[in-house]
């Protein structure tokens, strides 16, 4: 199963794509996708530029699903709500091309990867470069991505089976047909 992680963020987005195969861990490829070349107050912009760059991601690695951060809410409620409109981007992205798509904590990953919840950023590029026997060290936000694939390798299964046995997410497809009620109109 190829999985494709990603750390969204409106001024950089991490991605990385790793291989699972009967528990066995491979890196495929992993970088970022920038908008900090775009004025900061073109949204419409650096949201089509995410919206696009991870299609061509998943274009050229063809992973079978994605696995994506939860946002917290942060200090600033501003800056919570713009990098929600960047998740919704890179989502709408996925799902345009069929991807199933996971989503976990920065907590869940930060336990699937280095053990505990408060590990620091450089205790998860060193953990991601181990469990995929890396030469050196992936930057912070394609680490991040790797480590969310990585999450999704390990935890994937058992949500699914778990789903199953609920009746949740087994049967359920997503409907490419749109539901449209017409408003009021002069």
Do not use: W
């Not at 994506?68 to 929600?84: A, D, K, R, W, Y």
């Not at 030469?135 to 994937?156: E, F, M, N, V, Y």
Request: charged share 15%; hydrophobic share 40%.
């Amino acid at each position: 199963m190829r999985i494709l992680g990603i750390d969204p963020g409106l001024r950089t987005t991490g991605f990385g794509v790793v291989d699972e195969q009967g528990g066995a861990l491979s890196y495929v490829a992993s970088g970022t996708i920038s908008t900090q070349h775009l004025d900061t107050h073109a949204l419409p912009a650096r949201l089509k530029v995410l919206f696009d760059g991870i299609g061509e991601v998943v274009q050229r690695y063809q992973p079978d699903c994605a696995s994506m951060e939860i946002v917290f809410v942060n200090v600033n409620p501003q800056s919570t709500l713009l990098l929600g409109q960047a998740r919704g981007a890179l989502i709408t992205a996925l799902v345009s091309q069929n991807l199933p798509v996971a989503e976990y904590t920065a907590l869940q990953m930060k336990q699937a990867v280095a053990g505990h919840g408060r590990a620091q950023k450089s205790q998860i590029q060193e953990m991601v470069k181990r469990l995929l026997s890396l030469s050196g060290l992936p930057g912070t936000d394609a680490a991040d991505a790797l480590g969310l694939a990585i999450t999704h390798a390990h935890a994937g299964k058992a949500m699914a089976r778990l789903a199953a046995a609920d009746g949740i997410g087994s049967t359920a497809k997503i409907s490419n047909k749109a539901s449209y009620r017409a408003g009021r109109s002069r």
